[in-house]
Each structure stands twice: as structure tokens, then as C-alpha cells.
């Protein structure tokens, strides 16, 4: 690997971004695939209610501002991260296809999700809003490296959670996520860099990265409690009447479960310090030693070498 960094701070390497074709059998895996935690499963669970779409729009967003860049290295990075995320957004889906076979229809949540992305944040300013295209483009970036800051996050949790283990996880589950929260931290700062080299220069660049999380942090956490008490709410597994409960939820972070408030939330402070990039965010070391021993991963290199091979 070659030492080149785009920010300039010493360090790791720099890493090369690639997909990996993984796929997962959900057959075996039940509803509750924490066992007994009904509450920590649905609140994991609606990563898979707004990934398909949001990732899908992700790569939309990219390749409006491939045009843009003029680096070679972050045009690689940017080719890496696309091809990741719509990898996510697939077997995200195909997770949404197993809850529907389990009896679990979340349909009437996730065409709201699809709204929010194909057509409020869609190509075009919503209800012919007089915003100009290079600025539009530039505010969704910042959208996208906002919430790649706690991916980034999330990704760095569920690689330590040893919550899930102890309280016996499903594997496939579990391989799927630390899979997907491996490779957030591989391309954690890949969003950031796009915006910083697409989103103009000055005071009025780090203005929009901070309107950007402005808008990301409160919808993302309005999403996440309304999907969460969703699919608590029409869980076939859970008596009528009971939805989503904040003493469960934290009852489930005491036990490693979920991650804790303070980690999500002080995520944000450090998104806004002037000097922040990404790369300080969670461990690649770790991404890659998992990476290696992952199950989906692994599955998918070999499936490489022997078409190679062939």
C-alpha cells in the first residue's frame, strides 16, 4: 500500500476500497435473531429498512459529482465506495425479502423511505424550490458525509460487540452486519473527502458540512424510532398493543446490546471541529482482521479466485 493521504495528517496507509460480492442464506436465521430481544433486534433491524434505498441514493448523488473530481486517488476511493454500497443495498433488501417470509411486511414504512430519497432528495430541488443544481448537489454531499460519520460509528460498535455473541446472535445476522460495519470504516472517510473537494472552499464549505449534520442527526433518529416501533408493532411474534419501550431499549445497552446513546451522540461535537476528518474514526486494523475471518467475505474472495482461475 502507498502512504498517499489526502488530508495530510500522518498515519495509516492508504487504503484501497473494494466490493465484495457477498451473499447470505437467511433460511435459518429466525425473527428474533437475538434471542429474547425482541426490542434490540428491531432497533438493529431498521439499518435494513433504510439502507436499500438511502445507499441506492448514495451512489445516484455519486455519480452526479463524478464529473467533479479531479484527483485520481479519491476517484478510485469514490469507485471503491460505490461499488460497496450498492453491494449493501442488495443484501439489505434481500433482508427486507426474509422479514416479509417470516410474516414481517414492512413495505408501508420503506415506500416513505423511498420518498424521502428518489424524490425529496432527488436529482431535482423538491416542489421547484429555486435552489441552484452545483448547490443542491453540493448540500446532498453533505448529507451523505453526515451520515457516513455514524455508519463510521455503527460500524466500529458492532466490530466490539460482544453483547451480541454472549447473548447468542444469529451468525449469519451477525456476519452480515460486521461485514457491512467493516467495510463503513474501510470507506469512512471517503464521503467527507468527496464533499470537501466537491463542496467549494472556506467558511461557506464548513458551513454546509455543519447544515448537513444539522438535518441528518434529528430525521435519522426520528426514522429510527418510528421504524423501530414499526416493526415492533407488527411483529407477528409480539403480543397485540405492545410497542416500541426506551427502558427495554436501554436495557439492552447496559447489556452490549445496542450501542450507547453517549457514543452516537458525541459523534456529532466531533464532526464539527474545523480541523475533523474521519480517519479518526474506529479502527481500520480491526475492519480488516475481521474482513479476513468473515464467513460472507471469505465465500465471495474464493468465488473470485476460482472464476479467476477458470
Not at 408493532?233 to 405492545?242: E, K, L, V, Y
Amino acid at each position: 500500500m502507498s502512504t498517499e493521504r489526502r488530508d495530510g495528517t500522518p498515519g495509516e496507509e492508504h487504503y484501497r476500497i473494494t466490493p465484495r460480492r457477498v451473499s447470505f442464506d437467511w433460511d435459518g436465521t429466525p425473527l428474533h435473531w437475538i434471542p429474547d430481544e425482541p426490542t434490540a433486534t428491531h432497533v438493529i433491524n431498521v439499518l435494513h429498512l433504510l439502507l436499500p434505498a438511502g445507499e441506492r441514493w448514495f451512489v445516484k448523488v455519486f455519480k452526479e459529482a463524478l464529473p467533479l473530481v479531479t484527483d485520481p486517488v479519491l476517484l478510485k476511493d469514490v469507485k471503491g465506495f460505490m461499488g460497496q454500497e450498492a453491494t449493501h443495498s442488495v443484501q439489505h433488501s434481500a433482508v427486507l425479502a426474509h422479514l416479509a417470509r417470516r410474516r414481517l411486511d414492512t413495505a408501508a414504512y420503506t415506500r416513505h423511505v423511498d420518498f424521502l430519497f428518489e424524490k425529496l432528495l432527488g436529482e431535482d430541488p423538491p416542489f421547484g424550490a429555486p435552489i441552484p443544481t452545483q448547490e443542491w448537489l453540493r448540500f446532498r454531499l453533505s448529507l451523505i458525509a453526515a451520515i457516513e460519520q455514524f455508519t463510521a460509528v455503527l460500524g466500529d460498535w458492532v466490530l466490539h460487540a460482544e453483547g451480541l455473541d454472549r447473548a447468542g446472535a444469529d451468525p449469519v445476522m451477525l456476519d452480515l452486519l460486521r461485514w457491512h460495519g467493516a467495510e463503513e470504516v474501510e470507506h469512512r472517510a471517503v464521503a467527507f473527502d468527496m464533499y470537501q473537494h466537491c463542496g467549494g472552499a472556506g467558511l461557506p464549505r464548513y458551513a454546509r458540512r455543519v447544515e448537513g449534520m444539522a438535518v441528518v442527526a434529528p430525521v435519522l433518529l426520528w426514522l429510527w424510532a418510528w421504524g423501530a416501533s414499526y416493526l415492533i408493532r407488527h411483529d407477528p411474534q409480539i403480543p397485540g398493543g405492545t410497542g416500541y419501550s426506551l427502558r427495554a431499549h436501554n436495557r439492552a445497552v447496559r447489556h452490549g446490546l445496542l450501542p450507547a446513546w453517549k457514543e452516537l451522540g458525541s459523534a456529532i461535537p466531533r464532526y464539527f471541529r474545523r480541523s475533523y476528518h474521519p480517519s479518526q474514526e474506529g479502527s481500520l486494523r480491526k475492519a480488516v482482521e475481521y474482513l479476513a475471518t468473515s464467513p460472507a467475505a471469505r465465500a465471495a474472495a474464493g468465488a473470485v479466485g476460482r472464476a479467476a482461475l477458470g
